[in-house]
Each structure stands twice: as C-alpha cells, then as structure tokens.
C-alpha cells in the first residue's frame, strides 16, 4: 500500500509535468506570436511615413500644426528650419505665423503704437534715443488665443519655458527707420532683477518689406556673402551676416552661448526701410521666470 501510495502521487505527477511541458510550449509559442504581431504593427508606420529629415523639425511642426489645424483651416505654407550660423547661434524658422496671425499682431498694437525707446545702460531706464527710431508697443503675456498659440510656438521652438518670455513687443518700421546695432543682453544690473539676463530673442517678419529693413549681424563669424539673399540686401544689410524680413518668419538668436556666457557677437540692428513698411515681433526670453 506504501509503494502504490508513492505510485500514484508519481503517475500524477508525470501527467502534471508533462501537462506542464506542453503548456509551456504554447506559451512560448504565444509569445513568439506576440513579439512578432508587435514587430509588424510597429513597422508598419516607419515603412509607410516618409520620415522627417532631422534639419526640418517636423516633429515639433506636427505636433503644433495639427492641434491648431482644426480650429484655423487656412493652409499653411511650407515650414522649415534653417540655420543661418553659429557664431551668433542663429536659425531662420520658415512661415512660423500665418498671414492671418501676422495680421492680427499689427491690428492688436496699432492703437498703441509709441515712440521706441532704448535701455539706458547706466541706470537701466528707459530713454529716447537716435538709435531707435521705430514706433512700438508690448502686447501683454497671453493677452488673447492667438498670441497664447504663439507663445506656446516660441516656448517648444526655443525649449525655454512661455514663463520666461517677456510679452511680444510689435515694432513699426517706416522709411529711413532703423534700429542701431546693440545687444539684447544688459549691461546693467537694474533690468536683470526680473528673470534674470535675456538669454535668447525670438523675431518675428509681419511684413515683407520692399528694400532695406534687413536684421544685420555685424559681428558674426563665418561667410556673411554666402547667403542665398546676398544680392538682394541693401548696403548696410552687406555690413554683416543679414536675414531679410519675410511676412511670417520668425529668426531665433540666442544672447548666450552654451555655457551661458554672454555672446559679443550677437550685436544685431534693424537696417533702415528703403522701400515699404516694416512691422515686426520680438519676444525676449531670460534665463528665469519673467514676472508680468
Ligand atoms: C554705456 O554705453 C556707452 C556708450 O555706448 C559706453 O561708452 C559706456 O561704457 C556704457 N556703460 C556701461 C556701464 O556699460
Ligand atoms: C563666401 O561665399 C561665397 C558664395 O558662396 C563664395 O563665392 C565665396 O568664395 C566665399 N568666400 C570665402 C572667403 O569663403
């Protein structure tokens, strides 16, 4: 009775082990079956969709023109990054508003429009000055859907926090205006108590201008003739490395190198307008939180 009570516990137990062996199969069967489901269900769209090259930066295009697709059907153009230097870090990003978003940036400021003044660098007030002669106002942070929609465009274009930005100043241009070339960086210690040093400069083109109205990089290392543009800028655009204005552009340079280091050689002025009018955007981004 012993040994068959040992038999039988052992004949169950061959018949578990074998039961075992083969649900262990199936398993493994299964996962193979898994894994390759999820491999042909992954390829399938990297086969399909053509990828981005990596200097277009679709990935954020995507992302933000098919959240604001649905509310705004007007087509947009072509986007595309390009990068215009290193020393300044400088990049063109291609149709970065839409006419209609450029038209209401000049709507919303043309009521306000005032004198430009300039940072006084000793006492950090604000003065009027030769070297600026524009008229411009400061849209306040958020101040409607639109001009939130840019400011979050600016915040994953640049990878600085909205927080950071100061409100979108609209500048007018008219002919013979200009803006002497300067640093957006302080020299004094007065503007950087809110948010710290700016850090980076988001400029926007509402307008094409006819002739003149160039941002020029005076300082800018490298080939400043190798532009595509080159024959069409002005003298004073010729001085330096220029970007000509374009309704919808947007030019980003940064103020700072990597390290943080304030950038000598992003002096930058607006060339005089020779021909039509120009209307700007700019968005200064510091280093901390911006207070409004
Ligand atoms: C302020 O600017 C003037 C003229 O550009 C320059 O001579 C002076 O050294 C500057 N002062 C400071 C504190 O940077
Ligand atoms: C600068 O670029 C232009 C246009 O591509 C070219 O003709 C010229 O030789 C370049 N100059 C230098 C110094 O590399």
Redesign the pocket.
């Known amino acids: 009775m012993a040994s068959k009570g040992r038999f039988y516990p052992r004949g169950s137990s061959r018949k578990s082990s074998s039961s075992t062996l083969l649900f262990s199969v199936l398993a493994i069967c299964s996962f193979f079956v898994l894994i390759l489901l999820a491999y042909v269900t992954l390829s399938i769209p990297k086969t399909s969709s053509d990828s981005p090259k990596a200097h277009e930066v679709n990935s954020i295009l995507h992302h933000t023109s098919t959240v604001e697709r649905r509310e705004d059907i007007e087509e947009r153009a072509d986007q595309w990054v390009e990068v215009i230097s290193w020393e300044p870090r400088a990049v063109i990003y291609h149709n970065f508003l839409s006419p209609d978003e450029c038209n209401h940036l000049i709507n919303l400021a043309t009521p306000h429009m005032e004198k430009s003044t300039v940072v006084d660098n000793e006492t950090g007030k604000s003065k009027d000055s030769r070297v600026r002669t524009s008229s411009g106002t400061f849209l306040a942070r958020g101040l409607d859907e639109t001009v939130t929609a840019i400011e979050k465009r600016i915040a994953d274009f640049t990878f600085l926090p909205l927080e950071n930005g100061e409100g979108l100043q609209v500048l007018h241009y008219e002919v013979g205006q200009k803006y002497e070339p300067h640093y957006d960086y302080f020299l004094d210690q007065f503007n950087a108590k809110n948010g710290g040093q700016r850090m980076a400069t988001v400029l926007m083109y509402l307008s094409d201008v006819e002739e003149g109205g160039e941002t020029v990089f005076p300082a800018a290392k490298g080939?400043i003739?190798?532009v595509s543009w080159?024959n069409e800028l002005s003298e004073c655009g010729k001085e330096g490395l220029s970007v000509k204005p374009k309704m919808g552009d947007a030019l980003l340079f940064w103020s700072m190198r990597p390290d943080a280091s304030l950038d000598s050689s992003s002096l930058h002025g607006g060339c005089p307008v020779i021909k039509g009018n120009k209307w700007s955007s700019t968005k200064w981004i510091h280093v901390e939180e911006y207070m409004v």
Request: cysteine-free; glycine content about 0%; proline content about 0%.
């Open positions: 080939n003739s190798a080159w």
